[in-house]
């Protein structure tokens, strides 16, 4: 207790333990780019339906990641790869939306 009173600088929390694992960025990120794919493919209007959870469960993580008391640790501790597998693993879902609704519109030969 003493050594923490005489050096508080040399104490540090952990913060990536209390945020996400990177591979559920990747879970959910596939799993939304299959489902909207599929559905988009059919009805874009449900391919879209199908992405809202998705994007409201991203903005969640991307607010969460990029808050002033926990994005400057984090990024400290896990680095910026962190980062990256988040906004790819969210562009991997958009890509699964737009490419069902351009396999739509595509007209057959």
Request: hydrophobic content about 50%; aromatic content about 14%.
């Amino acid at each position: 207790m003493l050594a923490c009173l005489a050096c508080p600088g040399s104490l540090m929390a952990e913060v990536s333990d209390k945020e996400l694992v990177a591979v559920l960025f990747w879970q959910v990120g596939s799993t939304t780019a299959f489902l909207c794919l599929c559905t988009a493919r059919f009805r874009p209007w449900l391919g879209a339906i199908c992405f809202i959870p998705a994007a409201i469960w991203f903005v969640g993580l991307f607010l969460s990641i990029h808050a002033p008391d926990i994005g400057p640790y984090l990024r400290l501790e896990c680095g910026n790869s962190y980062y990256l597998q988040a906004y790819a693993a969210f562009s991997l879902a958009m890509a699964g939306l737009i490419t069902g609704y351009l396999w739509h519109k595509r007209k057959p030969i």
